[in-house]
């Protein structure tokens, strides 16, 4: 199956700081990718639609401002978490679509953001 | 709108019992229906999908899942569960058109334990 990357997969930093998280697809083109976020012993809650070459898709109550998404390239999208406090700490996964595999996501490993 | 509920939160089983984890969705149309476990600390992994036809799907690593129009229902069943199927467990519905499929609603977890 087609594989996804997330760097990094733990991630520390200091509140106030920006911290940015990328999702590479490996072995395939991802025209769309999904951003998610979990908390702990919760399920997945989608955050925003990345397209590449255009703006992202945010879902309602996600900050635009403070979850910056760029899906510069078929492989790669990036979240930044900008001016990061502590309630932003959650696990992100990402996941990504082939537009030949209509409806089949592949996910990524998640990043665990803790900010102190 | 779409949702899942997945009824049960904690499940434990004894290895080699079988197994049967709930899911019941809300939609309008015809709905992709997905399971994927997530092992502790990482990224989601498909076990099977639904799209259309026999309702009865086969996945990977033993599990199948029946979707019954009638009761909303696509539970996830093994008939001996082994030791490293402890993991949680999510059921997810998207939508068949417009080619949004991908932009899943998940459940809220089912977490499976099993005893030796």
């Known amino acids: 199956g087609a594989v996804v990357s997330q760097h990094p997969s733990r991630v520390i930093c200091k509140s106030g700081t920006s911290v940015k998280i990328e999702c590479r697809s490996l072995?395939?083109?991802?025209?769309?990718m999904f951003w998610y976020r979990q908390f702990p012993k919760q399920s997945l809650m989608l955050m925003a639609t990345?397209?590449?070459?255009?703006?992202?898709?945010?879902e309602q109550g996600v900050e635009k401002d403070k979850f910056l998404i760029n899906h510069a390239s078929l492989t790669l999208s990036t979240l930044t978490v900008t001016s990061a406090h502590p309630e932003d700490s959650s696990f992100y996964i990402c996941?990504?679509?082939?537009?030949?595999?209509?409806?089949?996501?592949?996910f990524g490993e998640g990043s665990r953001l803790t900010v102190l | 709108a779409q949702s899942v509920t997945q009824p049960d939160i904690h499940i434990t089983v004894s290895e080699g019992a079988s197994l049967e984890l709930r899911c019941n969705y809300s939609?309008?149309?015809?709905?992709?229906l997905f399971w994927y476990v997530q092992s502790p600390g990482q990224g989601l992994q498909l076990l099977l999908k639904?799209?259309?036809?026999?309702?009865l799907v086969q996945g990977i690593k033993g599990f199948e899942a029946e979707f019954k129009r009638s009761q909303s229902s696509f539970n996830l069943r093994k008939p001996s569960v082994h030791w490293s199927d402890a993991a949680e467990y999510f059921c997810?519905?998207?939508?068949?058109?417009?080619?949004?499929?991908?932009?899943?609603?998940f459940g809220t977890g089912t977490r499976l334990q099993v005893t030796l």
């Open positions: 996941s990504a679509r082939t537009g030949a595999r209509a409806g089949e996501l592949f």
């Open positions: 072995d395939f083109q991802a025209t769309t």
């Open positions: 990345s397209n590449e070459g255009s703006k992202a898709t945010y």
């Open positions: 939609y309008g149309a015809t709905p992709y």
């Open positions: 639904y799209f259309s036809g026999d309702t």
């Open positions: 997810a519905v998207g939508s068949i058109n417009t080619g949004t499929a991908s932009k899943l609603t």
